[in-house]
């Protein structure tokens, strides 16, 4: 029998942990979510390093946001697996939204965590209960299904 697998995000903490949480539910990237991640599971990785500066600019532009921000940012684990989330659409202000209505792409665009150029949109945060150490890469990556998942 041969062991699945699973597609992959390395997020910079505190995002990564904010995303499996449910409270960021846009991923801000230069680039768009391939078409077949669209509807998909996507398993987000926590690495290493810790965006405090962007963080704290972030939590003084949207005072809303800081609490959830300072929260999270207490016990951010790194260089493992943190949970997953099912890609639902990416918007954009320059290009047509992908899998998402116009409605929703108008959602996303306000959204307090869109900053562009493309916003995955992000539903069904889901948190494992104990992270899984594991090496991240850049870019959307496979990686076999951990013991704990199967």
Do not use: Y
């Not at 959830?68 to 918007?91: K, M, R, Y």
């Not at 965590?113 to 870019?139: I, K, N, S």
């Amino acid at each position: 029998m041969t062991a699945s697998r699973i597609p992959c995000l390395s997020l910079w903490q505190p995002w990564a942990s904010l995303v499996v949480q449910g409270h960021k539910r846009i991923e801000n990237r230069t680039w768009p979510p391939p078409a077949w991640i669209i509807g998909k599971q996507l398993w987000i990785h926590a690495a290493k390093r810790f965006d405090a500066a962007r963080s704290k600019a972030l939590a003084e532009e949207a005072p809303d946001l800081a609490e959830v921000i300072a929260e999270c940012s207490c016990d951010c684990p790194g260089g493992a697996l943190l949970g997953s989330v099912t890609v639902v659409g990416c918007a954009s202000w320059h290009q047509r939204p992908l899998g998402l209505t116009q409605e929703q792409d108008l959602d996303a665009t306000f959204d307090p965590w869109f900053c562009g150029p493309w916003g995955w949109v992000l539903t069904d945060a889901r948190v494992l209960e104990v992270p899984q150490a594991l090496r991240g890469r850049q870019g959307i990556w496979w990686e076999q299904t951990p013991e704990v998942l199967r």
